[in-house]
């Protein structure tokens, strides 16, 4: 008996336990302290009300047998899949429901897209990265090249045409960075990428937070991206699912290499390891997309864009240097005084009870750098940053 060794290779926790855990310490030794957390991208609204509405009504439905639905299909109710087809329309950009595949998230689906891959493949990612990409590689023992993204670059690495890639991993609006791609430099991604023939993971979980009418929302508004992308979107932070679950994933059935379909290929891994998302959640997913959905979510991003605002206002005013916060609800600053991250990670929790994500956690290129996010309440957000201020 052999166990997947690479495991040795990964740090003990995922970044997001660790600072769960070094919390919870804290709490216990300080139990009167009054901790904001602005760490772990989670949201604080509950969910819009046309989603709660759905929901109700698809579990009152598994209630009748009139009306009860056994195991769905796969890949996901077609209401939901043409919700989501209708939805990409109306940023101009066409999808076929078959290329669309609904999932519990998008973090699910990134890890276990790999399942497609062949494990010799040459993985590039930038540095500093959402967590998920470099540990499923790296718990699949994959080659991993680095993409330094920094402030001389603005944190929005463009490719080196002599760096061989096989999968390539972009996030816009990324996490943790909060820095988004203009169409100019994904279109410099897409020919990359097709030059390699290589596939890019593309990550938007964070569209939903772009404001810049000229900043794509998805990688399929860039030509040619149908043959060399699959992206992956949430709505956990859209429509606030991170407590229950939904995302999508597209696959263009113009996406071949070797002559297979990609799309083919993920059907069949989600036919044989996936039983779908519940029908209350999709019927709470689909009315997402409805005008009244749509609405309601813009409405609760107005709110975590205020928080964002007042966040980079106290930045300006301290002279401390960020990126992100305008098309994001991440806010990434340089910490102060020359501190390293997880230094800055204890000074704010210690001083000013804040928590917030040290950037080294999210590669070397993160260290001396910081990760705050605008899904907090308004009021805590604001008390945040007056403590902050005071502290500096
Ligand atoms: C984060 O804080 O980076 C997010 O919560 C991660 C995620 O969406 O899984």
Redesign the pocket.
């Known amino acids: 008996m052999k166990l997947n060794e690479n495991y040795k290779n990964v740090e003990e926790s995922y970044l997001?336990s660790l600072v769960a855990t070094k919390v919870s310490q804290y709490t216990k030794q300080h139990p009167e302290a009054d901790i904001i957390r602005l760490g772990?991208?989670?949201v604080t609204l509950p969910l819009p009300q046309p989603a709660v509405n759905a929901f109700l009504e698809g579990a009152a439905q598994q209630g009748k047998s009139e009306s009860f639905h056994g195991y769905g299909p796969e890949q996901g109710y077609l209401f939901l899949r043409e919700a989501v087809r209708d939805y990409y329309e109306s940023f101009g950009v066409h999808i076929d429901t078959e290329d669309i595949f609904i999932s519990d998230g998008a973090?699910s689906d990134v890890g276990n897209i790999l399942d497609l891959f062949d494990k010799d493949n040459t993985v590039l990612i930038p540095d500093p990265v959402?967590p998920?990409y470099r540990d499923t590689n790296v718990m699949a023992g994959r080659d991993i090249r680095y993409l330094n993204a920094n402030m001389e670059n603005g944190f929005l690495p463009l490719p080196d045409p002599s760096q061989k890639a096989d999968i390539i991993y972009i996030c816009s609006p990324n996490?943790?960075t909060g820095a988004a791609y203009s169409r100019e430099q994904l279109k410099a991604w897409v020919s990359y990428a097709k030059e390699q023939e290589a596939i890019i993971l593309y990550d938007a979980?964070y569209e939903a937070f772009i404001q810049d009418p000229d900043l794509p929302r998805s990688i399929f508004e860039i030509e040619g991206a149908d043959t060399c992308a699959i992206e992956f979107c949430s709505l956990?932070k859209t429509a606030g699912f991170t407590g229950t679950r939904c995302g999508y994933t597209v696959v263009p059935h113009t996406l071949e290499r070797e002559g297979m379909s990609l799309r083919k290929m993920w059907l069949r891994r989600q036919t044989t390891k996936f039983n779908g998302v519940s029908y209350p959640v999709q019927k709470a997913a689909a009315a997402v997309f409805t005008p009244e959905g749509l609405k309601a979510c813009r409405e609760h991003i107005a709110v975590y864009r205020e928080n964002t605002r007042i966040m980079a206002e106290t930045l300006k005013r301290l002279g401390i240097w960020f990126v992100g916060g305008k098309n994001s609800p991440y806010i990434w600053l340089k910490c102060p005084f020359g501190m390293q991250s997880w230094e800055f990670f204890d000074f704010l929790l210690e001083k000013a009870n804040i928590v917030g994500?040290p950037g080294s956690g999210f590669g070397k290129n993160g260290e001396g750098f910081f990760r705050l996010?605008g899904f907090g309440k308004n009021e805590d957000t604001q008390k945040a940053m007056d403590r902050l201020q005071n502290l500096l």
């Open positions: 997001f772990i991208g989670d973090k959402y998920v996490n943790p979980a956990s994500t996010t």
